[in-house]
């Protein structure tokens, strides 16, 4: 089956690490993209890729890295730097086009101890 | 810049009852317009799209949504409320520059009582 796949589920930290998370899909999309969830605030856009070795930020991408070395795949890195990192933290992609939607993955639970 | 308002964070109806979830959009130009459903930490399930092709639009689940440009709205609806209905659902407009970007609304968390 052609998916989006997240992993971690679940992850922990110490404040002061940096962690990835993984984002991987084989729909043969061109463009990924990660988003930051907060109860209340909806979704919000870290950082999304149109191709592979280009990335832009999106609203709110102090604190957060990713790169796009592969087709398939979108790791995000979570930062030190990042102040308030316990969140939802969803990835996406798309096939290029005018009325494409985003398809999701299942998500990938931040929590700062 | 392009941008959707959903009005009313938590919405409660009987089951059987019907439902109507709001989404208004602000854009300069016709939008393409998107509603999510997201159960319990899980990821978004698209649930319709409006893309100009019909101002009536039907979704999986019995969702529908009617776009109104006299209105700048695109709300959810739904005849008859089932329990499996409870989730949170997502207004999104799509940005008609570069990046095929999506910009959300803040969510309606949608409770279905018995």
């Known amino acids: 089956d052609g998916g989006i796949t997240q992993s971690p589920k679940y992850l922990f930290r110490k404040e002061g690490q940096n962690v990835t998370l993984s984002c991987e899909q084989n729909?043969?999309?061109?463009?990924m993209y990660w988003y930051r969830q907060d109860p209340g605030q909806g979704l919000r856009l870290i950082y999304y890729s149109q191709i592979v070795n280009d990335f832009q930020k999106g609203d709110i991408a102090e604190g957060y890295s990713v790169s796009r070395e592969k087709k398939e795949s979108f790791p995000l890195t979570v930062t030190s730097a990042q102040k308030n990192p316990t969140a939802f933290y969803l990835c996406?992609?798309?096939?290029?086009?005018?009325?494409?939607?985003?398809?999701f993955g299942p998500g990938t639970r931040l929590t700062v101890l | 810049a392009q941008s959707v308002t959903q009005l009313g964070s938590h919405v409660s109806v009987s089951e059987g009852a019907l439902v109507l979830l709001r989404c208004n959009y602000s854009?300069?130009?016709?939008?393409?317009l998107f509603w999510y459903v997201q159960y319990p930490n899980q990821g978004l399930q698209l649930l319709l799209k409006?893309?100009?092709?019909?101002?009536l639009v039907k979704g999986i689940n019995g969702f529908e949504a009617e776009f109104k440009k006299s209105e700048t709205s695109f709300h959810l609806t739904k005849p008859s409320a089932h329990m499996s209905d409870a989730a949170e659902y997502f207004c999104a407009v799509k940005h008609r520059g570069g990046g095929n970007k999506l910009t959300f609304g803040t969510g309606t968390q949608l409770k279905v009582e018995l």
């Open positions: 996406a992609s798309t096939q290029v086009g005018t009325d494409n939607e985003q398809f």
């Open positions: 854009s300069s130009v016709p939008p393409y």
């Open positions: 729909l043969n999309h061109d463009a």
């Open positions: 409006y893309t100009s092709a019909a101002t």
